[in-house]
T-cell receptor
């Protein structure tokens, strides 16, 4: 079946630098995407979302970019802080038959070096 | 707001024993989900409820897993008997609407270790 996947399983960045986490998806019917952050021992926490009719959305220190041509999603974190250390998951929403399914990728671990 | 509450946080059992997990969703959220998260993996949907009705249980291993949400609020997920491969974190999530693309709010999860 079609899955959401990630290019990099781990990412280490220096505190204060920008981070970019990438995600590839293969289902062209997906119409909504979400980035979640999961800290150790906690459940996934919503960061930012984007609909398929957009190519960019900005939040506080985070930006999500969507490239539907190559089915690629990225999360940019500006001025990365130690508190950003976590596993980041992208998830895609596939609408069908009046309901939807949220499918998660495998995750990228972000480590921030103080 | 308390968020999605799950218990127990941790459970260690021997294989073939039963186990149950409990979830209290955010007040007013009528859609409830159970996900399983294996180590190093993303969450995978087990079952989705709209109020008390299980509308998507296609990924629930029905030979040993069962779930209920009798009054459309709290939910329990049961495994009987547990197998070694059931070791994982069981996450509960809820959303306020049943249609469209909604942001799921997750609980902290119940970590199961089967020995």
């Amino acid at each position: 079946g079609e899955n959401v996947g990630l290019h990099l399983p781990t990412l280490s960045v220096q505190e204060g630098d920008n981070s970019i986490i990438n995600c590839a998806y293969s289902n062209s019917a997906s119409d909504y995407f979400i980035w979640y952050k999961q800290e150790s021992g906690k459940g996934p926490q919503f960061i930012i979302d984007i609909r398929s009719n957009m190519d960019k959305r900005q939040g506080q220190r985070v930006t999500v970019l969507l490239n539907k041509t190559v089915k690629h999603l990225s999360l940019q974190i500006a001025a990365t802080q130690p508190g950003d250390s976590a596993v980041y998951f992208c998830a895609e929403n596939l609408r069908g038959a009046g309901s939807y399914q949220l499918t998660f990728g495998k995750g990228t671990k972000l480590s921030v070096i103080p | 707001e308390a968020g999605v509450v799950q218990s127990p946080r941790y459970k260690i059992i021997e294989k073939k024993q039963p186990v149950a997990f409990w979830c209290n969703p955010i007040s007013g959220h009528n859609t409830l989900y159970w996900y399983r998260q294996n180590l190093g993996q993303g969450p995978e949907l087990l079952i989705r409820y709209e109020n008390e009705e299980a509308v998507d249980d296609s990924q629930l291993p029905k030979d040993r897993f069962s779930a209920e949400r009798l009054k459309g609020v709290d939910s329990t997920l049961k495994i009987q008997p547990a197998e070694l491969g059931d070791s994982a974190v069981y996450l509960c999530a809820s959303t306020p609407r049943t249609s469209g693309a909604n942001v799921l709010t997750f609980g902290a999860g119940s970590r199961l270790t089967v020995l």
